[in-house]
Nanobody
């Protein structure tokens, strides 16, 4: 079992940056897959980026070149660096860890104004 707590969301103007963090309650060294998802009002939750234990990453086409996912196993933290933000990036962002089953954080709101 693992508890996840996201932080770093907020309000930013288009073109700005935010850095989201996800703190895990236990070591993430053995967690195979961790990722960030987002859900905008009236839309389904979608994958933003994920990273596997070996370091390979995947990104949604809409964020490639703007977002960077990373994990710090020593600090048990998952990070999403978001640059060149657009209004369409507005959503609640959720941290996910897959350890047999999926665990989710409570989410952090990101709002990008035009």
């Amino acid at each position: 079992q693992v508890q996840l707590v996201e932080s770093g969301g907020g309000l930013v103007q288009a073109g700005g940056s935010l850095r989201l963090s996800c703190a895990a309650s236990r070591s993430i060294f053995s967690i195979d897959v961790m990722g960030w998802y987002r859900q905008a009002p009236g839309k389904q939750r979608e994958l933003v980026a994920r990273i596997i234990s070996g370091g390979s990453t995947n990104y949604a086409d809409s964020v490639k070149g703007r977002f960077t996912i990373s994990r710090d196993n020593a600090k048990n933290t998952l990070v999403l660096q978001m640059n060149s933000l657009k209004p369409e990036d507005t959503a609640v962002y959720y941290c996910n860890a897959r350890v047999g089953i999926s665990y989710w954080g409570q989410g952090t709101q990101v709002t990008v104004s035009s």
